[in-house]
């Protein structure tokens, strides 16, 4: 299918009937297994092809290699005006950008928007970042001696994508990968390789006008589990950023570790909010429902789990009964549309079988979780959010499901609260509802929320690209984005200087 914003750039990676498995210099068709790839809105392929082969990615890889030696020699400032100029180029095609999201994640238009503008920021904070990119001086013990600390490029760098954010998160770590000097490769899911394909075309556009920038500055290779796991397994690559499940970032994990690269890793979330007596309820339901219903259910930072005071419980369901009978639901295209459907079957079928599991555990469904089949487009996987009131501990309640459910559960104090919110494997977002001062800030304390984002009177999605993005535990411990996350894209130099005529030895040694 002919997409706007290729034919707006002038791009050639997709045609009426095919795609490109391998984007930006040397791109060509793919010799690798086949894909076809249709939209979640309605089931129709928009692509079909063949993903990149091994031979195909290694040579992916030596490029990207040439291209960082070259990158890393340049002022990091001129890395940055690259950046800038990318978000510039995505600010002209937002609208078209956003449409390949809706077409191939079923966003929202207004999320989608939302991601592409997510793109666009880190454009700008990546290219301020470029003249920021700091180290320390550092008081020597040695008379004569200085000591400094300065950020090196690092090399070329494994980014791989999940379908949920399929722009968004390539920008976050290519964007400020890139002002740090280094080339990127980039294996978007295969569930939205258009979308990625329509990266490149922004990113080829900027290449354009800037010579002096390499044009292997970051690639695009079409792939499934098997090109995550070689450019996992490759030593060329120093660090493997990875944004995805619980399992995947496991197996990245180890395949890195076994060759002692570095690993970024932005897994599952399982993320909750406490609701306190004291809380604003008006607020804490838009909350509620933005955090728990937004992208169906399909952001890491998805509410999952509302522990919500026991003398407010049955107002709170009540009230999000209501609020859930509301939700337009369809088409993520069309005006208005607040839910659109789930990515494919597999993830319908996920929702049904926790659903399924949630009942035999004693919990109680409130609201949703069955299929919508009138008003929707046929051949998409569109649900009902699902509200289920359940234990804590229930077994179901401690696993993501990457779907529109939100499990209601009961705390009588605070501590309570507390234990219950940590007790889950996984710590990327939470959030807290109080009006109670010691309450809120109990919660951000070291004996508090365990979670990489701790929020007050905020919902737990959504987060600002300002701000260091990840979590603990088995989110995986990666930070993107903001504040100082782009030290995962350097390594550090310590450097000590002697300008003295002396060769004193550190810790008062006297050697001969
Ligand atoms: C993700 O779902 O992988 O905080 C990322 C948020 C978005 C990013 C989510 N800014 O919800």
Known sequence: MTLAIFSQLGSGYTTDKTFMAVAGDGAMPGD?????????????????????????????????????????????PVRGEFVRRIGEVAREHKEALAEVISLEAGKITQEALGEV????????????????????????????????????????????????????????????????????????????PLCALAVQAVVDKVLDDMP?????????????????????????????????????????????????????????????????????????????????????????????????????ADKVCHRLVKAYQTLP????????????????????????????????EGGQVLFGGDQVLHDVPAGGFYVRPAIVKIRHNADIVHHETFAPILYVMEYDEMDEAIAIHNEVPQGLSSAIFTENMREAERFLSPAGSDCGIANVNIGTSGAEIGGAFGGEKETGGGRESGSDAWKNYMRRATNTINYGGELPLAQGIEFG
């Open 329 to 360: 639901i369809g088409n993520p295209r069309d005006a208005g549309t607040l839910v659109g459907p789930l990515i494919d079957q597999q993830s319908f079928n996920a929702m049904q079988l926790a659903l399924g599991e949630a009942l035999r």
């Open 32 to 76: 690798g297994d086949p894909l076809i790839v249709s939209s979640p809105i309605d089931g129709k392929d928009l692509t079909r092809g063949k993903m990149a082969s091994e031979q195909q990615v290694n040579s992916v890889i030596l490029q990207a290699q040439h291209a960082f030696e070259r990158l890393r020699t340049l002022p990091a």
């Open 117 to 192: 503008q997510e793109w666009i920021d880190i454009c700008d904070f990546a290219t301020g970042l470029s003249r920021q990119l700091y180290g320390l001086t550092i008081a020597s013990e040695r008379p004569g001696h200085r000591m400094m600390e300065q950020w090196h490029p690092l090399g070329p760098l494994a980014v791989i994508t999940a379908f949920n954010f399929p722009m968004a998160v390539w920008a976050w770590n290519a964007m400020l990968g890139i002002v740090c000097g280094n080339s990127i490769i980039w294996k978007p899911s295969e569930k939205t």
């Open 212 to 312: 002096e920038i390499p044009r292997s500055v970051s690639t695009v290779v079409i792939g499934d589990r098997d090109t995550g796991k070689q450019l996992s397994g490759d030593s060329r690559i120093p660090l493997v950023s990875a944004t995805g499940s619980i399992p995947m970032g496991k197996k990245v994990a180890q395949t890195v570790a076994a060759r002692l690269g570095r690993s970024l890793l932005e897994l599952g979330g399982n993320n909750a909010m406490i609701l306190a007596p004291s809380a604003d309820l008006d607020l804490a339901l838009r909350a509620i429902v933005f955090s728990a219903v937004g992208t169906a259910g399909q952001r890491c930072t998805t509410l999952r789990r509302l522990i919500c005071h026991r003398s407010l």
